[in-house]
């Protein structure tokens, strides 16, 4: 009896059981539907002219060509911009953003976890879990405001700066280093290493699936980010991809069919190469992600 | 003395750990960013809610004016934005986190290969950024013959003519909510496999022991209790993300406004009010209307998941 009982715990089985057939039944159409319009993304960045037009629409590309590909990079934008600037903006923008953003949240997030707590830097914590609600559309006005005080339109700043702290970024970090036992920091100091070097040496390496959760995050942010392009900057030199991407869809929906599908198809597949190179990391970085 | 080097040890330590000067250097640089880009433009957008200001002209105090003929006056608000927003809001917040916990669940009773690649599936959709959720959708349920949804239903005789689903404010809200739910899987779906993976195995052996008799139990008394701090991530998670997603009904149907407002949400009243017609003061009192119901729904999940002690 006893043996039975145990055998009805099924959470993360180790193989296949008949019992898990019906959640099979369930999730592989549902899979199917969130991973369809996906697939027909790709195809559809791959049609010559005749078949995006065809009717009865097909699903899978036929006769796949990298036209739309070839067509897009021709592409210049209305004050005469090429493709490739916008293109090489926004890796050079979400790069740099990244790397700032990690150094950034791990220094604040260390100094949360591990530093003597004063009530300053609780309330601070408390504030940026409230923030995690934060909604960047509803205050588009006063950043924009700010911006223009700082004397910041038109500069990388404006793109790169309002999306260094992230609350989910910091909140996921901080959560992940409390899991560091201080002893091990501990140790560093009286060895006589600073604070620098703990980071260095202790936080970096112990984090790194945190870091590459939060790395994700903001890459997926900065990557498909159009706020700096639209409201901070009006040279169209300094504009990213996305926005131009984005101005080609809304203006041109159905002649540029094709590169649209071909442009996103750009977008997306370093957000899915970077998820799925490090999905493990991920996933036991949200297993600390709990709000207590 | 062995005792007296651990007291050294965590003396040394202390001192290090606990100095004020460079724990507010280590903090700086994400509190002041933080400061000026998202507690200010809150502060900011407070402030300006309770003025006139035409973004030229140095704002007017008008006290509660705002909010009032935003409640009373404003018929397109009361009439469309709150209900559409409300509903909307209530089906892909609460509604998408109860989603996305039942498929957290059942992927979770999946072994570990078939596990990763049916998470991945679901997960996807929140990868593709707005571009491509647009882009796709708006091919799908084009009003045309060539609209995917259209050809198949022409095909099968089911209808004569081609059904402009994005135009039609029978279908618009609907296919919002669809589109939100496909692409706003999230981190929150990823965050409660985690918690569900983590929950002690000996809970659930504990349990039927204690009597409790199907699967559906367990969930109730052991899986959800076990992971309330998770769930409140992935709730939070789930309602900002329908929030943020909430724009794309002018976008999806290339009609701004939407045909009878059907697809207007807050967001686009605040985008409309805004860079429109340039009442920064109006548009500021609606994004605070917009970030107390983004709290409200959350504290509403709080109350729904936060252990009581």
């Given at each position: 009896m006893k043996r039975r009982k145990r055998s009805q715990?099924?959470?993360?089985?180790s193989g296949f059981e008949p019992g898990q057939i019906k959640f099979y039944l369930i999730l592989i159409p549902i899979a199917i539907f969130m991973i369809v319009p996906v697939i027909f993304m790709i195809n559809q960045a791959f049609k010559p002219l005749g078949e995006l037009y065809?009717?009865?629409?097909?699903?899978?590309?036929?006769?796949?060509?990298l036209d739309n590909f070839e067509k897009l990079m021709a592409l210049s934008g209305s004050t005469g911009v090429p493709m490739l600037r916008y293109l090489v903006n926004s890796v050079f923008i979400t790069l740099v953003t990244v790397v700032i953003n990690i150094l950034v949240t791990v220094s604040c997030a260390f100094t949360l976890s591990k530093k003597r707590k004063y009530y300053i830097t609780r309330v601070f914590f408390e504030l940026n879990q409230l923030a995690?609600?934060?909604?960047t559309v509803a205050v588009a006005v006063p950043r924009y405001l700010i911006i223009v005080k700082l004397g910041m339109i038109n500069t990388w700043g404006a793109h790169i700066f309002p999306l260094i702290a992230t609350p989910v970024g910091l909140f996921l970090m901080k959560q992940f280093i409390d899991e560091i036992p201080d002893a091990l920091i501990d140790a560093a100091y009286v060895d006589g290493a600073g604070n620098f070097t703990v980071i260095r040496k202790i936080i970096i390496p112990m984090t790194k699936p945190a870091i590459a959760t939060v790395a994700i995050l903001t890459f997926q942010t900065a990557w498909g980010a159009t706020e700096a392009s639209n409201?901070?900057?009006?040279?169209?030199?300094?504009?990213?991809i996305y926005y131009y991407l984005n101005s080609l869809a809304t203006n041109n929906a159905v002649a540029a069919a094709g590169m649209v599908a071909a442009g996103s198809l750009i977008l997306f597949i370093p957000n899915l190469i970077m998820f799925i190179a490090s999905q493990s990391k991920v996933m036991s970085t949200m297993s600390h992600s709990g709000i207590k | 003395m062995a005792k007296k080097k651990t007291e050294q040890v965590r003396d040394k330590a202390l001192v290090l750990n606990g100095d004020f000067a460079t724990s507010m250097v280590l903090l700086a640089p994400y509190v002041i960013l933080f400061t000026l880009f998202i507690a200010v433009p809150v502060c900011i957008a407070v402030g300006l809610s309770f003025t006139y200001f035409d973004a030229i002209n140095t704002p007017d105090f008008v006290g509660l004016d705002n909010y009032i003929s935003l409640f009373t006056q404003d018929n397109i608000f009361m009439k469309y934005i709150l209900p559409n927003t409300l509903k909307y809001a209530i089906i892909v917040g609460p509604g998408g986190c109860i989603l996305s916990f039942i498929l957290a669940w059942m992927v979770t009773q999946l072994p570990r290969i078939p596990r990763t690649v049916l998470s991945l599936a679901i997960y996807t959709p929140s990868m593709v950024g707005p571009l491509m959720v647009q882009f796709v959708w708006r091919t799908i349920f084009a009003?045309?013959?060539?609209g995917i949804v259209n050809a198949f239903l022409l095909q099968h005789g089911w209808i004569d003519q081609p059904i402009a689903f994005l135009m039609d404010a029978r279908y618009l809200p609907t296919i919002m909510i669809i589109v939100s739910l496909w692409s706003a899987m999230g981190i929150g779906f990823l965050s409660m496999i985690a918690g569900i993976l983590n929950v002690n195995t000996e809970l659930y052996e504990a349990a039927y022991v204690d009597g409790i008799k199907n699967r559906f139990q367990e969930v109730i008394y052991i899986t959800i209790p076990s992971m309330k701090p998770q769930m409140l991530f992935g709730a939070v998670m789930a309602i900002v993300n329908a929030f943020n997603i909430g724009w794309i009904g002018p976008t999806l149907s290339g009609m701004n406004p939407t045909p009878n407002y059907s697809g207007q949400l807050i967001l686009n009243h605040i985008e409309d009010y805004a860079?429109?017609?340039?009442?920064m003061g109006y548009a500021a009192a609606v994004s605070v209307v917009l970030l107390i119901m983004v709290w409200l729904f959350s504290k509403l999940a709080g109350a729904l998941f936060t252990e009581k002690n």
């Open positions: 715990l099924k959470v993360n089985p065809a009717f009865p629409p097909t699903l899978f590309v036929k006769e796949p060509t995690l609600m934060f909604v409201n901070f900057i009006t040279l169209d030199v300094m504009r990213t | 009003g045309e013959q060539r860079f429109s017609r340039f009442e």
